[in-house]
């Protein structure tokens, strides 16, 4: 079985360099390799999930060199629930995506372009979950860097290039200074793996052993959006394509915590910063829901969100207790799918309405009730409305609060609490305005263009037509008959809006809504695992022994 731990990296970069052969010649085909691969991924994450909660960790040294020397991969309880939620994510995404005909532009441009860094954003997060060292997760990080910024910046607008360019230039930061982190380690220790450093840190200074400390959680927290390190993300995510957004939120944020989780418990045990951590957390969550009480664009206010709810992981992270470890995995598993979700829906609201500005939309529970359930569930669970996941993983983070006792563990359960009633006001304001209330009178008519020849200029004044919060600054709507294409200048199709929305994109939507539904009826099982992969975290023993093989 330990072969195949690195299959869930190797087989989309084997697939990458097959897309980029076939091209947009063989569009079917190109597309057939990315949902078979990412398929086959799925079901190796899932395999390595169980196989990992039944007989222990497993361990693959490439070349088979033994660490230090050699890259260790390591699948256990926790990096294999992470896999395959993000594997189950990536999937539904990408079928979302084919809906929305977002791998269209590739048609007239030299090399395809969305499958290739799709498949490389997918391999890097899984080199991510399943490093054993500080370099490979470095190069995790770095792959999803490359892809992000491709995926992010697709169709070339202004607000798209300049969102992408704030999103390099804060994660090349966070890239020098993990790499300075790396180099420390190594002066100091001798080594990056690991199973290694879980001794070998133990030996240093106190005062070496906190900078170390220090460093990384920085590093993590920026890439988690962990306030106050997150002003980054509301400006950089809503201008993405929604497929793009969708998966950036439902996992790059995860990938952060996950490091999190990974270092605090492996590496530096003890808890020595716990009451930032917790500081953190609380400042997170206010104002991350302060900020999408003020947002009236509906991917700006789930960006906002995002940054609140990181706050509830991070507040496991710093109790350091087995509930709250297992609460926090928890959270991380049910905020990967349901903030997906969302942003989905976001792309379909703007798909049909051309706007995500929630004061010119309106009568959507009417004119689209399969839209408005899709919004509904995971929008309820978002707010932890009972007996959805998100009620699961709230209340076992604040049941780990209340039985710390502590006087932060105390401030932060309010915290929670006071979090979660905002959300549910925020989610009741988008239904209100976008769902429940009549349309307005200047909602945009089925058969606008989003995307036309007249995207070559994007920081002119765009005139009343203008469509804020589209995603798509520079668009100059025009009317043509719903659902249908015109020519464009972005190297493909421009995208209509229509009343009729695509069957694969709404398919997509509703699978991540019934993952969501499926951690909540299944979520016995579901807190068992994580309660063991809590304990497994605690104890490191399983961990280094099936590393070093001790």
């Known amino acids: 079985m330990n072969a195949l731990v690195p299959l869930p990296v190797l087989l989309p970069l084997c697939a990458t360099g097959l897309s980029l052969a076939v091209g947009t010649r063989l569009k079917q085909v190109q597309r057939f390799v990315s949902v078979a691969v990412l398929t086959a991924v799925l079901g190796l994450s899932l395999t390595l999930m169980v196989v990992a909660d039944t007989r222990g960790p497993l361990t693959v040294h490439l070349g088979d060199f033994a660490p230090p020397l050699g890259i260790t991969l390591v699948a256990d309880r926790l990096s294999g629930l992470m896999l395959s939620v993000s594997s189950a994510v990536t999937l539904c995404v990408l079928i979302y995506s084919l809906g929305q005909g977002m791998a269209d532009r590739d048609e007239e441009t030299p090399v395809a372009v969305f499958h290739p860094a799709y498949l490389i954003l997918v391999a890097g997060v899984s080199c991510t979950f399943l490093s054993g060292d500080l370099v490979n997760l470095y190069v995790g990080f770095e792959i999803m860097l490359v892809a992000s910024f491709v995926l992010l910046t697709l169709g070339g607008t202004g607000p798209r290039v300049r969102a992408g360019s704030t999103y390099v230039i804060i994660s090349l930061f966070s890239s020098m200074l993990f ?69 950036f939120a439902g996992l790059l944020t995860k990938v952060g915590v996950y490091s999190m989780l990974r270092t605090e418990t492996l590496l530096f045990p003890g808890n020595r910063l716990g009451d930032l951590l917790m500081a953190a957390a609380l400042a997170s969550m206010v104002v991350g829901i302060l900020g999408a009480v003020a947002q009236t664009d509906l991917k700006r206010l789930l960006s906002f969100t995002l940054i609140s709810h990181i706050g509830f992981m991070v507040f496991g992270i710093g109790l350091a207790t087995r509930d709250a470890y297992g609460g926090a995995i928890v959270y991380v598993a049910h905020h990967i799918t349901v903030q997906t979700t969302l942003f989905l829906v976001a792309g379909l609201i703007e798909r049909r309405d051309g706007t995500t500005e929630l004061t010119r939309i309106g009568g959507l529970a009417k004119a689209a009730p399969l839209l408005a359930v899709l919004f509904f569930v995971p929008a309820m669970n978002l707010a932890g409305v009972p007996p959805l996941s998100g009620f699961i993983g709230k209340l ?30 925020v989610t009741a304001k988008v239904w209100n305005l976008a769902f429940w209330r009549a349309a307005p009178p200047g909602q945009t008519a089925a058969g606008t263009v989003l995307e036309s ?22 668009v100059r709507p025009r009317h043509q008959p719903a659902g249908r294409a015109v020519a464009a200048t972005l190297h493909g199709h421009a995208v209509t809006t229509t009343t009729q929305l ?7 939507t509703a699978a991540t809504v019934v993952l969501g539904l499926a951690f909540t009826v299944l979520g016995g099982p579901l807190t068992s695992y994580t309660d063991r992969a809590a304990a497994e975290l605690i104890a490191r023993t399983p961990y280094v022994e099936a590393v070093l093989g001790r």
């Open 502 to 508: 695509p069957r694969l994109m709404t398919a997509a």
């Open 453 to 474: 020849d007249s995207d070559e200029d994007d920081d002119v004044d765009e005139g009343p037509d203008h469509i804020p919060g589209s995603g798509d600054e520079a």
């Open 179 to 247: 790499l300075t982190a790396i180099a420390m380690t190594y002066a100091a220790t001798g080594t990056a793996n690991f199973a290694q450093l879980a001794g070998r840190l133990a030996e240093l200074p106190l005062g070496v052993q906190t900078l170390i400390q220090a460093m990384l959680l920085t590093v993590f927290a920026i890439k988690a959006a962990v306030f106050p390190l997150a002003a980054w993300l509301p400006d950089s995510y809503p201008t993405a394509p929604a497929p793009v957004t969708a998966v």
């Open 396 to 425: 076992g983070l604040m049941r780990a609060g209340v039985a710390d006792g502590g006087v932060w563990a105390w401030i932060l359960v309010i915290g929670s609490a006071v979090t979660s009633l905002l959300t549910l006001y």
